[in-house]
Each structure stands twice: as structure tokens, then as C-alpha cells.
């Protein structure tokens, strides 16, 4: 059964510093690993999807790598700002029966201090 | 292009009771799968739906079942309700043999149960 944690919970701060958001899963045999975004009460956004034949994605100020054989996933964000206040999700996409579904982490919840 | 909709975006029920939420799928999307989102944590895979059959389930009681329609569009309904089911639901679409198997998502219902 796949698990897919999240480290750190919670992330404050300052305006303008990199930071990093970690992501870890138990079965390296995923499809693809998404980064999701989610505001209060909000449904999600998805920021970045890697392939499970790629390392690295990139958008803007996001980076996300992905190394299958050690089960992990970093995203980075840089030179962070208050709008970047959010809720990060990881989530890894594998395939169950004959059904390919998404197995989310618990989320990072990040605050940027103006 | 309209993308996943779901209605309605909130609902106040009481236990016991049962309710129906809806989903309308990105255009060109096939297969619909529901997610439970409890408050602080990432959203829960309940099941999938393709060709108006359930493809797959996660590990949800048989008091959530649901719908696909002809037109892919989706119903979850959840009986005899219970003050643990209160969360956000998620509705995530996606065409069927795409390689990348990107799930686009819905802005979510909240669910209260008093």
C-alpha cells in the first residue's frame, strides 16, 4: 500500500527566502508525482507533474525533482512571496486494480511573512 | 473549455441523513474519480468511475456509493450519515489512455454534518 509523507507540516517564513518542501513515498512504482496548491477552502491547483522517467520539472519560481529508486520529492520555490501562503500537496499517481488513482501526502502548510 | 464542476459548494446536513453530490467532467474526459478531504489532511481516494461502471475503491464502508451517467458526468451519495463524514469532496477527471494521466480538479463540496 503506498504512503506518501510530508515534512515539514508547517513552514513560516520571511519574505524573499528560497525554501525547500519535502515529500517521501513507500512503493517506487508510480506513473507520475504531482504538486498540488490549495488556498482555505479551496479546491486544488496543480503547480507541476513529473513522469516517473523524468527528474525535474520546472515553473516560474517552482522546481520539483523526483528521484524513484530513494522514494523522494523535493519542490522548491524561490525567492518566495506572501501570495505563496498555501497549503503544498504531494501527490503520487500508481496503479491500483485497474484503476490509476492519486495517494496524497498530508500537506505542507506554508506561511510567507511580509 | 469549462473544467470540472461540482455542485452544490456547500451543504449542511444532519445524521442520518443522506446526501448526493454532483460532478461534471473537464470536456473530453471519461473517467471520474472521487476524493474525502477531512479538515487538515490530504484528500482520500473513495473510487473511480469509467464506462459507468466503478473501476476501482479505496478503503470507504459501503454507505458511499455512486453514479456515472452516459455523459461521464458523476454523483457520489453518502447514507445514513455520519458527524465523521463532514470534509471537503473532490471530484478529479481524466481521459483514459492518456499517457501523462493528468487529473484536472473540481473546486470541491464542503460537507457539515450536525
Known amino acids: 500500500k503506498q504512503e506518501v509523507t510530508q515534512i515539514p507540516a508547517a513552514l513560516s517564513v520571511p519574505e524573499g527566502e528560497n525554501l525547500v518542501l519535502n515529500c517521501s513515498f513507500t512503493?517506487?512504482?508510480?506513473?507520475?508525482l504531482q504538486w498540488f496548491r490549495q488556498d482555505p477552502g479551496k479546491g486544488l491547483t496543480s503547480l507541476l507533474l513529473?513522469?516517473?522517467?523524468?527528474r525535474e520539472q520546472t515553473s516560474g519560481r517552482l522546481n520539483a525533482s523526483l528521484d524513484k529508486s530513494s522514494g523522494r520529492s523535493t519542490l522548491y520555490i524561490a525567492a518566495s512571496q506572501p501570495g505563496d501562503s498555501a497549503t503544498y500537496l504531494c501527490?503520487?499517481?500508481?496503479?491500483?486494480?485497474?484503476?490509476?488513482?492519486?495517494?496524497f501526502g498530508s500537506g505542507t502548510q506554508l506561511t510567507v511573512l511580509p | 473549455d469549462a473544467g470540472v464542476t461540482q455542485s452544490p459548494t456547500h451543504l449542511i446536513k444532519t445524521r442520518g441523513q443522506q446526501v448526493t453530490l454532483r460532478c461534471s467532467p473537464k470536456?473530453?474526459?471519461?473517467?471520474v474519480s472521487w476524493y474525502q478531504q477531512a479538515l487538515g489532511q490530504g484528500p482520500q481516494f473513495i473510487f473511480q468511475?469509467?464506462?459507468?461502471?466503478?473501476?476501482q475503491r479505496g478503503n470507504f464502508p459501503d454507505r458511499f456509493s455512486g453514479h456515472q451517467f452516459p455523459n461521464y458526468s458523476s454523483e457520489l451519495n453518502v447514507n445514513a450519515l455520519l458527524l465523521g463524514d463532514s470534509a471537503l469532496y473532490l471530484c478529479?477527471?481524466?481521459?483514459?489512455?492518456?499517457?501523462?494521466?493528468?487529473?484536472?480538479f473540481g473546486a470541491g463540496t464542503r460537507l457539515s454534518v450536525l
Open positions: 478529479a477527471t481524466s481521459r483514459t489512455g492518456e499517457a501523462k494521466n493528468i487529473q484536472y
Open positions: 512503493d517506487s512504482a508510480i506513473y507520475n
Open positions: 513529473i513522469q516517473s522517467s523524468q
Open positions: 501527490a503520487v499517481a500508481s496503479i491500483s486494480g485497474s484503476a490509476r488513482q492519486l495517494t
Open positions: 470536456s473530453g474526459h471519461d473517467t
Open positions: 468511475y469509467y464506462e459507468e461502471e466503478e473501476r
